[in-house]
């Protein structure tokens, strides 16, 4: 019965930034992994981003590597990434995820998900 929610999508010119809050509700597991995912037009989902629970280890997509900052608040059950330096190839509908510790960066090793929510990134 987890439940999870993204906010902060929208339309930015490049080189502009976003926030996106992922709010999860229902019943977390200590020790679970979030994780942000990404499907562009024509695009399979990718892997973004992810964070341990105690927020010491965190794991980006090569291309967004200094420009996105993941991070947490477990006592708010809510998950951040920071997006800057936004660049149009990073147009995607941005989906939040939860899940046990595994293989981070594989869709496979989440079993909760939000809706997603779009972000347009304009050149």
């Known amino acids: 019965q987890v439940q999870l929610v993204e906010s902060g999508g929208g339309l930015v010119q490049a080189g502009g930034s976003l926030r996106l809050s992922c709010a999860a509700s229902g019943r977390i597991f200590v020790g679970y992994v979030m994780g942000w995912f990404r499907q562009g037009p024509g695009k399979e989902r990718e892997f973004v981003a992810a964070i341990s629970w105690s927020g010491g280890n965190t794991y980006y997509l090569d291309s967004v590597k200094g420009r996105f900052t993941i991070s947490r608040d477990n006592a708010k059950n809510t998950v951040y990434l920071q997006m800057n330096s936004l660049k149009p190839e990073d147009t995607a509908v941005y989906y939040c995820?939860?899940?046990?510790?595994?293989?981070?960066?594989?869709?496979?090793?989440?079993?909760?998900w939000g809706q997603g929510t779009q972000v347009t990134v304009s050149s």
């Open positions: 995820a939860a899940g046990r510790p595994g293989s981070a960066t594989r869709p496979s090793s989440y079993n909760y």
